[in-house]
């Protein structure tokens, strides 16, 4: 076999405990009909099982090293095929549209922790049209993105994911099912995409911004995070106005928001201030 050294820069941790794959597949909600992105294949321990199952797998991976080890392991699988490249720099959109032509897609993944909102958000934000995406992440990672309104895991990134997917924990993936061992246990979630936003809205851009200011400063109420990034165009009573018709306390700070509470805030700003701005 080829001989690879692993790189930290790419924050390698390779899966080796065979039943996690094959257990990831069975939750990820992945038919026979439908075609994977696969990011990060690694070895290929997640990939051979992904092609079971699906009907066309691509495999994205950056590390050019890798790439010979991988078509060893995979060699004579029909149903797949290999991209050295960047997933963040990758043209998804082509990609869907040339390999997979009038097919559901899904996203399957074990992401480096260093990278796992640029790559989740370049997903999302990009609106493919994935049925789902299911993802290894850090723990603690998964707990934030699966959290409530209101818990202390609550956070923008939360509440930005809850607008595009519904997201569920599945299992917990000890540190010891790699090679290297990472220092902390990992989870998969999935992202159940929505076709049509929870929440309708008037300005996208804005209501990612109300959401920022909301929790820049956590200890901070709502009334002066949101005075904080839109004072130029609007004053605390204006604001506190705006909460006491939205029927929300004044002394409410953004972890007690739910994404209905955002979009109404959202809504609201639009309508009768913050769209007399020309950026938000």
């Not at 010979?68 to 960047?86: C, F, V």
């Not at 609106?127 to 993802?135: A, C, D, L, P, S």
């Not at 997201?167 to 000890?174: A, D, E, Q, Y």
């Amino acid at each position: 076999m080829t001989y690879y050294k692993k790189k930290k820069h790419y924050g390698q941790h390779f899966l080796t405990n065979p039943a996690i794959p094959r257990r990831i597949v069975k939750e990820s909600g992945i038919t026979a009909d439908c075609g994977v992105i696969e990011i990060g294949p690694g070895f290929g321990i997640l990939t051979t099982e992904l092609t079971k199952t699906s009907k066309k797998v691509i495999a994205v991976e950056i590390d050019s090293d890798i790439i010979p080890i991988l078509e060893e392991k995979i060699a004579g699988i029909q149903n797949l095929k290999i991209i050295n490249s960047d997933i963040m720099k990758l043209d998804i959109s082509e990609l869907i549209e040339t390999e997979f032509s009038n097919i559901p897609v899904c996203v399957c993944a074990n992401l480096p922790y260093y990278i796992t909102t640029p790559i989740l958000m370049k997903l999302l934000e990009g609106k493919y049209g994935f049925e789902n995406i299911t993802v290894m992440v850090q723990k603690e990672y998964a707990d934030r993105l699966c959290s409530k309104s209101g818990s202390k895991n609550y956070g923008a990134i939360t509440a930005v994911v809850n607008y595009y997917a519904n997201t569920k924990r599945l299992f917990i993936v000890s540190a010891g099912s790699f090679s290297p061992p990472p220092k902390v246990n990992s989870a998969v979630i999935r992202l159940d995409i929505y076709k049509t936003p929870p929440v309708k809205i008037e300005n996208e851009k804005l209501f990612f911004n109300v959401i920022k200011a909301a929790f820049s400063q956590r200890r901070k109420t709502l009334v002066n995070s949101l005075y904080s990034m839109f004072s130029s165009f609007i004053t605390k009573d204006e604001i506190c106005n705006m909460l006491n018709k939205l029927e929300l306390p004044t002394s409410i700070r953004g972890e007690n928001l739910g994404i209905e509470e955002f979009a109404n805030i959202t809504n609201w700003l639009y309508k009768n201030n913050i769209s007399k701005s020309q950026s938000y």
